[in-house]
């Protein structure tokens, strides 16, 4: 989900929201780092950052806030010219082209993207696919080439058992990651090769199979926004209505965020606003406003967008309600 909605936007910078900011880096004084370093074009500054992650987890989303910096495709280019058979430097070129293809083809419905977008965004799929199958090639111990193979994969239309072999390649190397975890779930929509039913099975299933106080509870509140998001209007309130949807949102954040096991990872903000908008949605504004409370002012631009208008105003606004 956090991709596409990126897609066609900048970072906000809180617009006419006081003391709120959407925050790429999440507030991490080292992923701040890394990004500042990232819009300088300081490959060195970079790489090392990246060679300061403690484990594949880390280095892989890492690399995804890189992969989101404008230009970075052009450094990141010369510095693989300089070391063509560096993994690291495969993998961050690789994944760059993912998220700038699909920059190329945008958010828009299919029937409103031009041929000439569609070309672009197939090469540079292409490419990117090339580079990231070769880092994998030369270290089978990273994480980051099968997340960005998940994403490209959908683009590509790879078909199921292609797409299910990636996300088990990444979770041979972390089982736990919630990035990949999400990209399976976008592609069990049914707007892509799956069902609702598939999607919130995987969800709940995924959940369960976790250690209790896992992030991964956030996959049953993301479903539901998913199913919510495909409703016409009218049928997308009363579903997120149900007692059932209701109490499969309790009983996901009671095995993750309000888990006394839980532990904030670095992007803990993402798992905490994708609830508190669950929660809205479900008519639970109780619920919803102590995850607020811990939010304080992390807005994340995913889901807000989900709700249309600028993501800052929609969460201020939402918050406000709940409270």
């Known amino acids: 989900m ?21 925050d790429p880096a999440h507030g991490d004084p080292e992923l701040t780092l890394l990004r500042e370093r990232a819009l300088a074009g300081d490959w060195p500054g970079v790489r090392a950052v990246l060679d300061r992650a403690v484990d594949q987890d880390d280095l892989t989303l890492m690399i995804g806030l890189l992969a989101d910096v404008t230009g970075s495709e052009s450094w990141l280019g010369q510095a693989l010219a300089a070391d063509p058979e560096d993994p690291v430097t495969l993998l961050a070129h690789g994944a760059r082209h993912i998220h700038w293809g699909w920059e190329a083809r945008t958010a828009a419905r299919a029937q409103h993207v031009s041929e000439e977008q569609w070309k ?20 089978p111990e990273l994480l980051g080439p099968w997340l960005f193979l998940q994403m490209s994969g959908r683009g590509a239309s790879v078909d199921r058992s292609a ?3 990636r996300f088990d390649a990444a979770l041979r ?14 592609q069990l929509r049914a707007k892509w090769s799956g069902s609702h039913e598939q ?5 709940r299933a995924s959940m369960l199979a976790a250690p209790e106080g896992s992030p991964l509870g956030e996959l049953v509140a993301l479903a539901h926004i998913e199913h919510w998001l495909s409703l016409p209007s ?7 209505g149900r007692n059932q949807v209701r109490d499969s949102l309790h009983e996901a954040a009671d095995r993750s965020i309000r ?10 903000a993402q798992t905490h606003n994708t609830f508190a908008m669950a929660f809205y949605l479900a008519g639970q504004p109780h619920a919803a406003n102590l995850i607020f409370q811990e939010i304080g002012n992390a807005v994340c631009e995913d889901p807000w967008n989900y709700l249309g208008g600028d993501p800052v105003d929609t969460f201020r606004r939402v918050r406000a309600a709940c409270a």
Do not use: C
């Open 2 to 22: 956090g991709l596409f909605a990126r897609l066609t936007r900048r970072w906000n910078t809180g617009g006419g929201a006081p003391g709120l900011t959407i």
């Open 120 to 139: 672009t965004f197939h090469e540079r799929l292409e490419a990117g696919e090339e580079l990231l199958f070769k880092a994998a090639e030369l270290d």
């Open 163 to 165: 797409a299910r072999h």
């Open 173 to 186: 190397r972390s089982p736990g990651h919630p990035a990949s975890h999400r990209q399976r779930l976008q």
């Open 199 to 203: 999607m919130h099975s995987f969800a």
């Open 234 to 240: 009218g049928e997308d309130a009363a579903y997120m």
């Open 259 to 268: 888990h006394p096991d839980h532990v904030r990872g670095r992007t803990w």
